[in-house]
């Protein structure tokens, strides 16, 4: 996987006991600010969700700033590892309060992998319900999680087809990508290998 050398070469630092890595061709400012923003959110948790903090300590072992513009955070279990995309880290708009809520979320996708529950997609708008629900209940501990705490009810009254269907995820990869400006060669092989991946699934 290529979040595993994304995390290798990286930039790291180790916050409230959780390995945190952030895209080496990020500059030092950015590299400073990410490694800022996410002390303060891992603070966060231990100061209002001790518990939470515990858990997340074990469920997840690393922390990447890096990812594609699909999804601001996303949970890779086969390296135990909480995924953020660097420019949702870096945006000013993007508050302590916020990442906080994120890792929340994943955190509960690890809790859930490791109680047996996988993201197949007819389940996967249920998981995503109880994520929302977590990091929605992280946020009512907050002083001022008022807004982060509507966010998070939204996403629990919304339809999770659009967005996390395997079909809406291949879509939005492939628009990542071009967001980027990858060589439309790169795109195409991309599009090529997801397409028979669905495939191999479907005839199984």
Same mark, same amino acid.
């Given at each position: ?6 995390? %290798?070469? /990286? ?5 409230? %006991? ?10 030092? &400012? ?6 800022? =923003?996410?002390?303060?959110?891992? /603070? ?16 997840? *072992? ?15 279990? =086969? ?31 690890? *809790?859930?992998? %490791?109680? /047996?529950?996988?993201? &197949? ?18 946020? *009512?501990?907050?002083? =001022?999680? /008022? ?6 009810? !939204? ?17 939005? =990869?492939?628009? !990542? ?23 191999? *699934?479907?005839?199984?």
């Amino acid at each position: 996987m290529w979040q595993r050398l994304f995390f %290798r070469f /990286g930039a790291k630092r180790t916050f409230h %006991r959780v390995k945190v890595a952030v895209w080496a061709l990020s500059t030092s &400012e950015e590299k400073a600010l990410a490694f800022d =923003k996410l002390d303060s959110a891992l /603070g966060l948790i231990e100061k209002y969700a001790p518990e939470k903090s515990r858990t997340l300590q074990v469920d997840v *072992r690393s922390i990447l700033v890096a990812g594609l513009p699909t999804f601001r955070a996303c949970y890779i279990h =086969k390296l135990r590892m909480a995924e953020l995309y660097h420019g949702y880290v870096l945006d000013v708009q993007t508050t302590p309060e916020s990442l906080a809520c994120s890792l929340i979320h994943e955190a509960q996708h690890a *809790r859930l992998y %490791r109680l /047996g529950f996988g993201y &197949e997609e007819p389940i996967r708008g249920r998981i995503e319900r109880l994520c929302f629900r977590a990091q929605r209940n992280f946020a *009512r501990l907050l002083p =001022k999680g /008022g807004e982060l705490v509507a966010e998070a009810e !939204a996403w629990m009254e919304a339809d999770p087809e659009p967005v996390f269907s395997d079909e809406s995820r291949r879509r939005g =990869k492939l628009k !990542a990508l071009e967001e980027l400006g990858c060589p439309d060669w790169i795109i195409k092989t991309v599009a090529w290998v997801a397409r028979r991946r669905a495939a191999e *699934r479907t005839e199984l």
